[in-house]
């Protein structure tokens, strides 16, 4: 896939309505995603949250701890977990095409994701309140994918006192009102001690573009 390719699938993952339509367009990405799209944009923003997360939450995981990685896609920052920490890793995605392409990523001999669950982020989530013990999402709150009202389901699944790292298209952020659901989270008592840092999606990214950055929202659950 040539960099013109690259675009034109981006164009399309922004432009998608509704999971049918994800679905559709993840199937065909799922095979050339990496080498394609990640390599032609120098796409590093799996690296940046997973950067943020250890930052502000890695070692209170804990001994038998699982985190779980958001839309996690090919599984690029299941990888970047595994290789700063131990404990287990879970992933959630609504393709089953890329969570095939995530389920043979290893680190030293060892499949990286201890469990893949395929799943609607709009819609609820057959997993249990509380489950897990630090949440990560890259690329997934962004144009055609996730809104603001999915945050209500990733904090339910996360225990009292786990640390987040959701990365959020900039231009998404402001378009959908982000911040209204950060507010509305914090003031319920739902997240704690709230901050945003801001990433580059890819290599030499232009920080003035929304499109090129993100909002790392970093919370603990409440």
């Known amino acids: 896939m040539n960099a013109d390719d690259s675009d034109e699938m981006l164009a399309a993952a922004y432009a998608l309505e509704g999971p049918d339509a994800n679905r559709s367009l993840y199937a065909r990405w799922a095979d050339t995603y990496e080498s394609g799209f990640v390599v032609d944009s ?50 959630i995605d609504i393709s089953p095409e890329m969570l095939h392409r995530a389920s043979l990523k290893q680190h030293e001999g060892t499949a990286v994701y201890r469990s893949l669950i395929a799943a609607d982020l709009t819609a609820p989530l057959a997993i249990g309140t509380g489950t897990y013990a630090g949440v990560v999402s890259v690329g997934t709150f962004t144009h055609g994918h996730v809104g603001p009202a999915s945050l209500d389901e990733v904090v339910r699944i996360v225990r009292p006192g786990g640390w987040a790292a959701i990365g959020i298209n900039a231009a998404h952020f402001a378009a959908v009102d982000f911040a209204e659901a950060f507010e509305r989270l914090t003031l319920s008592g739902r997240i704690v001690d709230l901050g945003l840092t801001d990433v580059p999606i890819y290599v030499g990214a232009d920080m003035s573009d929304p499109d090129q950055f993100a909002h790392v929202a970093v919370f603990r659950v409440g």
């Open 42 to 91: 120098r796409y590093v923003y799996h690296e940046q949250v997973v950067a943020v997360f250890a930052d502000a939450g890695l070692t209170d995981v804990g001994a038998g701890g699982v985190v779980v990685d958001v839309g996690c896609g090919t599984g690029l920052a299941g990888v970047a977990l595994r290789r700063a920490s131990t404990f287990g890793i879970d992933g």
